[in-house]
């Protein structure tokens, strides 16, 4: 077996794709510890939480904006913002946590980057389905009306967290202060994302000012696939889907000019 | 081979520019056991870490179409909370390789026993240093890196280690810096001299060694 044939023959395509699979198993293990209770306890941590949240609110609000079920109202948006935020949060220390790594020549810092991001794509995309099918499983909610509108709205969602949480690694790299001072910033997010609300519930000129919020157009998003009757009026997944696209190529842009910074 | 496409690195300490390479463009040759050469503070333990993409350049590109080590016996990159098994197969996946064949051989090799399956966090130096060189060797690479020879255990586990390594040497070929003359003569039969930014290449060890002998005296 000469090592050098087994180079050329290796493309760096499936290099790429072979270390990104070691690194999400490596991550999978270092963030769930290992029992193998650890991913079970992942999942149902945020289960337990979101259950516990809606619980409460659905005492508080007996009528929800749209559909009966409070339960699943808040469900759609609590879900939806978390994926967000879990991915906005965790990448941004993506490059601290993984600096030993870079000394294997074959790891590069996009590849960590993309790990942690399927992993916990992965994760909250079975978060979501195990939540959803509890609630269709206790007769709380119907089968989501348009799934491909919700399986949409997931994509966003997490191209979304993507874009801001290495936006957010990139910027901390620069300047570490940024970490709390995000931790700031972006507390006021889940009141005016929509969690518990819709934007058609307030007068046009704040209407206005919340629709240049992107988490927001992802909560409506996924409200729209999941109610078989509900037309939001301030949705617009291009404006969405452009964020989206501009977020990405800051990220990715910024992440490749302050490389050397990091190593 | 390992190629040098203007490659410049430079590093910013305290506001004063210290120049590592200055806009380099070479190749080493395949085929051939090299020894880099440079005073203390030259920038070779850099270039190792340039060589085995660990650092980046500042500008310029390093073209690397072979399977480089990292740096023999570094253990920066293991998981502190993992444990040597899992460190070993992370390791092994990456690179393609059968987890289990790489197991078996670094169990066998490291000599660890049933520390293998303890977080590395326990480790001592001499036992994380150990797997490292055990994981190196496991693995088929064409370059093996290695920034200062540094032995490892005691007189019969080093001379364990270079049995296995003068094994793997029949295929691949060894990218060192020392400060021994010795060592350097005993593995390389080429050179390179960092110096004040620049580096030169020689087929022959003894130029290398020579010119760099000359540096040191006439060093300001």
Redesign the interface.
């Known amino acids: 077996?000469?090592?050098?044939d087994?180079?050329k023959q290796?493309s760096l395509l499936r290099?790429q794709i072979?270390?990104i699979?070691?690194?999400v198993?490596?991550e999978t293990?270092?963030t769930f510890?290992k029992a193998k209770m650890g991913y079970l306890w992942a999942i149902m941590e945020p289960i337990f939480g979101t259950a516990f949240l809606t619980l409460i609110f659905s005492i508080v609000t007996r009528h929800p904006p749209i559909g009966t079920s409070f339960t699943l109202f808040f469900a759609t948006g609590i879900l939806t913002f978390q994926f967000y935020s879990k991915l906005a949060d965790s990448l941004m220390a993506v490059f601290q946590a993984n600096r030993?790594?870079?000394?294997?020549?074959?790891?590069k810092e996009v590849d960590v980057v993309i790990a942690r991001f399927l992993l916990i794509a992965a994760t909250y995309t079975t978060i979501i389905i195990v939540f959803f099918g509890g609630l269709i499983a206790l007769q709380i909610a119907d089968y989501p009306a348009h799934l491909d509108t919700v399986l949409l709205a997931i994509l966003a969602v997490a191209l979304l967290g993507l874009g801001a949480g290495l936006t957010n690694a990139v910027v901390m790299m620069l300047w570490p202060t940024w970490k709390q001072l995000h931790t700031v910033l972006t507390r006021p997010l889940f009141f005016i994302s929509g969690v518990f609300f819709i934007p058609s519930n307030f007068p046009p000129d704040i209407r206005y000012i919340l629709s240049w919020n992107p988490i927001l157009h992802c909560i409506e998003l996924f409200r729209a696939g999941y109610y078989p009757m509900y037309n939001p009026q301030t949705l617009d997944v291009s404006y969405l889907f452009f964020y989206i696209a501009i977020l990405l190529l800051i990220a990715f842009g910024s992440e490749r000019l302050y490389?050397?910074h990091q190593? | 081979m390992i190629s040098f496409d203007g490659v410049r690195k430079t590093y910013r300490i305290d506001g004063v520019r210290k120049v590592v390479l200055e806009d380099l463009t070479m190749s080493l040759p395949a085929g051939r056991n090299i020894a880099i050469l440079g005073h203390n503070g030259a920038g070779k333990s850099t270039l190792m870490?340039l060589i085995?993409?660990?650092?980046?350049?500042?500008e310029g590109r390093i073209h690397?179409?072979?399977?480089?080590?990292?740096?023999l016996g570094?253990s920066?990159?293991?998981?502190g909370?993992?444990t040597g098994i899992?460190n070993a197969r992370?390791?092994a996946?990456?690179?393609?390789e059968d987890s289990e064949r790489i197991i078996a051989f670094v169990e066998e090799f490291s000599e660890l026993g049933p520390s293998m399956r303890v977080p590395i966090r326990t480790y001592s130096s001499g036992m994380k240093a150990r797997l490292a060189f055990g994981i190196s060797m496991a693995i088929?690479?064409?370059y093996y890196l290695i920034d200062e020879v540094t032995a490892v255990g005691d007189t019969r586990f080093k001379k364990k280690c270079e049995e296995v390594f003068s094994s793997k040497l029949k295929?691949?070929k060894v990218l060192m810096t020392s400060h021994s003359t010795g060592a350097i003569r005993k593995m390389c039969e080429s050179g390179c001299v960092l110096h004040q930014g620049k580096m030169r290449y020689f087929d022959d060890i003894e130029k290398a060694i020579e010119l760099h002998d000359d540096n040191q005296t006439h060093a300001p």
């Open positions: 077996m000469p090592p050098m087994m180079t290796d290099t072979r270390v699979g070691a690194l198993l490596r293990r270092v510890g030993g790594l870079m000394a294997y020549p074959l790891v490389r050397k190593k | 870490r085995a993409g660990a650092e980046l350049p500042d690397r179409s072979a399977r480089v080590s990292w740096p570094f920066g990159g293991f998981g909370d993992m899992e992370f390791v996946r990456m690179y393609g088929d690479f064409d295929h691949a």
